[in-house]
């Protein structure tokens, strides 16, 4: 089907690992972004990017990398997991056309870092 | 930092009552989307209003975006246990990368 893929779906760090979040779409979309949710904190903007070799920081940047090379990958990087980072991380796609946009969400990676 | 408010936090009814939830900003947006999102996965798009007063009504969910867009509602006529969910709005001012969520309402439909 089409859509946001990510994985892993779940993964435990121990403090100061590294690892990649992957995030694939099919849809052809221009952007894609990275949120984490939180409870009672709603989705945070960590990076967006507007296209293949552009990206920028969001609301809540520090300890990620991203980087975007295709259309269809936007990985996410930790550089050295802190506890702070335990959270669900969602990717999204998205298209712009005439004013309207449409996002479509994968299913998250539930991180645990211990 | 722009904030969007969500009232109520928590919201737990029976079938067939009515409902309404509030997102609130102090900033303008240019647009506003409604999301429902169920446990283990990501949230799905509902709607998307652009013009202020705007309207809009999905089966039984009726959106509204205030005159200013600084603000929307939602409002759910007979909720059914199907509806349960926890419901973010989210308001654009940039590119289509970037949204800011609302801080959630978390509702139950009990039977």
């Known amino acids: 089907n089409a859509g946001v893929t990510q994985t892993p779906k779940f993964q435990v760090l121990k403090t100061g690992q590294s690892m990649t979040l992957q995030c694939a779409q099919d849809?052809?979309?221009?952007?894609m972004s990275w949120y984490r949710q939180d409870p009672g904190m709603g989705l945070r903007l960590i990076h967006y990017s507007v296209g293949a070799g552009i990206t920028d920081q969001g609301e809540v940047p520090n300890g990620y990398n991203v980087s975007r090379s295709t259309t269809e990958d936007f990985p996410l990087r930790l550089l050295s997991a802190a506890p702070s980072q335990t959270s669900v991380y969602f990717c999204?796609?998205?298209?712009?056309?005439?004013?309207?946009?449409?996002?479509?969400f994968g299913s998250g990676t539930r991180l645990t870092v211990v | 930092t722009q904030l969007l408010e969500q009232s109520p936090q928590f919201l737990s009814i029976q079938e067939g009552e009515n409902l309404t939830v509030y997102c609130n900003s102090s900033s303008v947006f240019s647009s506003l989307q409604w999301y429902r999102q169920e446990p283990g996965e990501g949230p799905v798009l509902l709607v998307t209003v652009v013009t202020g007063g705007e309207v809009k009504k999905l089966k039984r969910l009726t959106f509204q975006f205030g005159d200013a867009r600084k603000d929307s509602s939602l409002h759910i006529t007979a909720a059914q246990p199907g509806d349960t969910g926890l419901y973010l709005c989210a308001g654009k001012t940039g590119t289509a990368s970037k949204l800011t969520f609302g801080t959630g309402t978390r509702l139950q439909v009990t039977l």
């Open positions: 999204a796609s998205s298209y712009s056309s005439g004013g309207y946009y449409g996002y479509t």
């Open positions: 849809m052809n979309h221009e952007y």
